[in-house]
């Protein structure tokens, strides 16, 4: 409706106080709309942060993380957030915070607690349901 009303020769500011929303955010419609016409009013996305992880590389992950460390290399029984960081970091050339990791571990169906994927019927450390 602002829109509308600018269109047909009033000032932004008259026609943005009739619609009820603010000058400035008129203004950018406008210059929107001078630029790209109705399509230019349609919501635009950034899309985000793209992903440090491909999908194979991610793919890759799935498979060391559901096999488990390997005591005599890796040095831990368990992975844990830092260990995981690290080893991607070695295999990807990939730095990730260990908050991204918690991420990545929660987007790809596993536990926080550990590497071992939610519906996995092996997993020895979450606690069992109570009888």
């Known amino acids: 409706m602002a829109l509308a009303l600018v269109l047909d020769g009033r000032k932004r500011e008259d026609a943005a106080r009739l619609a009820g929303m603010d000058r400035q955010a008129l203004r950018d419609w406008v210059h929107r709309y001078d630029v790209s016409?109705?399509?230019g009013l349609a919501d635009r996305h950034g899309g985000g942060v793209a992903p440090r992880l491909s999908?194979?590389?991610?793919?890759?992950?799935?498979?060391?993380?559901?096999a488990?460390?390997?005591?005599?290399?890796d040095?831990?029984?368990?992975?844990?957030?830092?260990?995981?960081?690290?080893?991607?970091?070695?295999?990807?050339?990939?730095?990730?915070h260990e908050r991204s990791v918690g991420?990545?571990?929660h987007r790809l169906g596993f536990s926080r607690a550990c590497a071992c994927q939610a519906t996995?019927?092996?997993?020895?450390?979450?606690p069992t349901a109570p009888n």
């Open 37 to 39: 016409g109705i399509a």
């Open 55 to 66: 999908a194979g590389q991610a793919a890759e992950a799935v498979g060391w993380m559901q």
């Open 103 to 105: 991420k990545l571990l």
């Open 75 to 96: 040095k831990v029984v368990r992975w844990r957030c830092a260990d995981i960081q690290a080893r991607a970091a070695e295999l990807f050339g990939v730095g990730l």
């Open 120 to 126: 996995s019927a092996c997993c020895t450390c979450r």
């Open 68 to 73: 488990g460390p390997d005591v005599a290399v």
